[in-house]
């Protein structure tokens, strides 16, 4: 019988433990013979030379091992908040995860970011209290912030002993034990008839049978969440979660003979500069020399796969369904491109944007192009750090999420590609938005088009959020079916000259949240009638000409600048109350009436970005170090008096000869 396969995601805030955690995982599991030190950079996850300078995990990665007949890929993701977006493309692949929290601090700001994706993406999850053997560990009153903070369907699996000193343990708790039946029966009989039909009529009488399976059905539907104790550093507790992720985790098979499904979740490069990308397989089977679609209708052969078996990867040659492998000769591969059969460009999953830029300045004017293809390679690996370049200039910015991952960024350039550079100031990154309708045509011929082509836009305001529609509302007669093949051909390259030409907006600003329609398409013919005689229309008309129309329909939609917010939770205490609004009230923020909780105090918050890092730098001063921020994304509002202008990085369509020139000197006039 085939193994079967568990894709397990190992999450925490950092320094809680995650990565001893993982390494603990492989050595009870015989996968490596020796413990790693995050300290002494030796674990098998921590594999960057950075991240065992930092000490912390900047790229997610993969190890493997077997518990009975379940073959676990598990993937060690950051913890640091700046590199949540690496945390949210792993949590795509996953069938279960482990959320790693410390016996002394708790639950923190990044445990309940983490904890809000997984229970929105429905992944089924195990609470691990780490570090029990740490001076001031505790468990009740870690329990008691779950419950607060996370989540109140929980279950302790057991109870630990001797916290706060080396021979701190975790015993498993049977099924006779009165609490664990007690708090079980309490638990489960939310979302089980059967389990609250049993114990209305006598509690002491539900079967632990019952209560067990019932708790293996309601992890793996995400409804409930076990809770155990232990310390990765000794030990303790380790063997009791391995019992709980192969017992409450639902593994899977999946079908090896069915159509090629998986998705890539990270890119690397090899030691030869060779791209490489992770897949986890969802059905079929893929073999070396295969040749694979992926990504938007893109093709190329498989050279080589290394499947994760036991501990690293390893050669082989093929990979089926359930697996994660590493695959090579897929040049164009990106992160979220869907392979096989059923591949459809990118992944489903949207992420939180990054709401800062700076621009990243070479130590050495000479270095710039270096510059430039060591960033690119970086993108490959976070695709959200858009490289933007500014030729006129001589620029190159990044997006950031921030202060932590530009240092990353340029420590990574110092060590990998022996680059030195600086950072100019942080700024934060706006967008813009239609304000209303606009329409805009050039006619084949007329004095203001240069361009072999007619073409007609319209753009329209579109909800928050739902980015960029293009629609072709045109005669499918007029299209130059003999350039794009097919009127859909037709229809995502000039899709793709759209959202091109809205990457920089009437101030700068990456321009979302609209329809674009095309209303008119004409093409010229040398045999044509006088309207459309003339040279044939090449696809660079069609290319070229799109900016043109679509920044003068935009012109007269107008547009306004929008600065991104976040939906914030501020813990306090009680006593800091007043301080603490009025800094609020200074920043802008849109305060709910706080809620008390004996001597601590919640204020859920709307304020810019921008602000809410100032409020985070101030709130340990007001709050005696005692306050603590949870803050996430929630969109974009529009700025309030002037409205902020980015310098464009090419040339601006509604200048004409300005436009002209820039395509001049590009295309070389063609």
Not at 68 to 92: K, M, Q, W, Y
Not at 589 to 609: C, H
Not at 619 to 631: I, R, W
Request: net charge negative; glycine share 10%.
């Amino acid at each position: 019988m085939a193994q079967k396969e568990l894709n397990l995601g190992i999450l925490a805030h950092v320094d809680a433990g995650k990565t001893t955690l993982t390494e603990r995982l492989l050595y009870e599991a015989g996968a490596i013979d020796e413990l790693g030190s995050v300290d002494a950079g030796t674990t098998q996850t921590d594999s960057l030379t950075l991240e065992q300078q930092r000490g912390i995990t900047i790229r997610s990665a993969v190890a493997s091992f077997s518990l009975d007949d379940v073959h676990v890929n598990l993937i060690d993701t950051p913890g640091h908040p700046d590199f949540i977006a690496e945390v949210e493309r792993v949590l795509s692949v996953l069938d279960g995860a482990v959320l790693v929290m410390s016996a002394v601090e708790g639950v923190q700001p990044q445990t309940r970011i983490l904890m809000r994706a997984l229970q929105r993406l429905r992944i089924p999850t195990l609470l691990f209290v780490n570090k029990i053997d740490r001076p001031g560990a505790g468990d009740e009153h870690v329990l008691q912030a779950i419950s607060d903070r996370l989540t109140t369907a929980f279950v302790p699996m057991g109870s630990a002993h001797d916290l706060g000193t080396r021979a701190a343990d975790f015993s498993l708790s049977s099924g006779e034990d009165p609490a664990l039946r007690g708090r079980l029966a309490e638990v489960l009989a939310e979302r089980d008839e059967r389990i609250l039909a049993a114990y209305v009529e006598d509690e002491s009488d539900v079967s632990y049978r019952l209560l067990r399976d019932a708790l293996a059905v309601q992890t793996r539907r995400t409804f409930v969440h076990p809770v155990f104790f232990g310390s990765a550093v000794t030990g303790a507790g380790v063997e009791s979660l391995m019992t709980g992720i192969t017992d409450l985790l639902r593994a899977t098979s999946g079908d090896p003979d069915g159509p090629i499904s998986g998705t890539v979740f990270k890119i690397e490069r090899g030691a030869s500069g060779e791209k490489i990308g992770y897949v986890r397989m969802f059905s079929g089977t893929i073999h070396i020399r295969e040749r694979l679609r992926f990504g938007h209708g893109l093709e190329d052969k498989v050279t080589a796969i290394s499947v994760f078996e036991q501990g690293p990867a390893v050669q082989r040659p093929a990979v089926s369904a359930g697996a994660v492998a590493k695959l090579w000769g897929l040049s164009e591969i990106q992160i979220g491109d869907r392979i096989g059969e059923t591949g459809t460009g990118g992944s489903d999953h949207h992420f939180a944007p990054p709401t800062l830029e700076s621009v990243v300045v070479a130590g050495k004017p000479d270095d710039r192009v270096r510059l430039r293809l060591a960033l690119g390679q970086l993108a490959e690996q976070d695709p959200l750090i858009n490289v933007r370049q500014d030729d006129t200039r001589r620029e190159l910015s990044v997006s950031l999420y921030g202060e932590v991952q530009k240092e990353v960024i340029q420590a990574t350039l110092a060590s990998e590609y022996g680059l030195d550079v600086t950072f100019r100031e942080t700024t934060p990154i706006y967008i813009e938005r239609p304000i209303a309708t606009g329409e805009a045509l050039e006619m084949l011929h007329a004095e203001s088009n240069p361009f072999l082509g007619t073409i007609g836009l319209r753009v329209d305001p579109a909800p928050d959020g739902s980015g960029i529609d293009f629609r072709l509302q045109v005669d499918t007669r007029t299209i130059p079916l003999y350039l794009y093949k097919t009127v859909e051909g037709f229809s995502e390259r000039m899709d793709q000259y759209v959202r091109q030409t809205l990457r920089e907006g009437l101030f700068g600003w990456q321009v979302t949240d609209c329809v674009v329609t095309m209303t008119k398409c004409i093409y010229s013919v040398p045999d044509g009638p006088p309207s459309r005689r003339g040279p044939l229309s090449t696809a660079a008309d069609f290319r070229k000409l799109t900016p043109l129309v679509l920044m003068q329909a935009l012109t007269r939609a107008r547009t306004v600048v929008c600065e991104p917010i976040v939906l914030a939770r501020v813990e306090i205490p009680a006593g800091t109350i007043g301080a603490v609004m009025a800094t609020m009230a200074r920043l802008g923020a849109a305060v709910e009436t706080p809620s008390l909780r004996g001597k601590l105090a919640t204020i859920e918050i709307v304020l810019p970005a921008v602000q809410a890092d100032d409020l985070q730098r101030q709130l340990p001063g007001l709050t005696g170090g005692e306050g603590v921020l949870d803050s996430s994304f929630a969109g974009y509002q529009p700025v309030s008096g002037d409205q902020p202008i980015r310098r464009r990085t090419t040339a601006n369509p509604l200048n004409l000869d300005e436009y002209m020139m820039h395509l001049a000197r590009r295309f070389g006039g063609h």
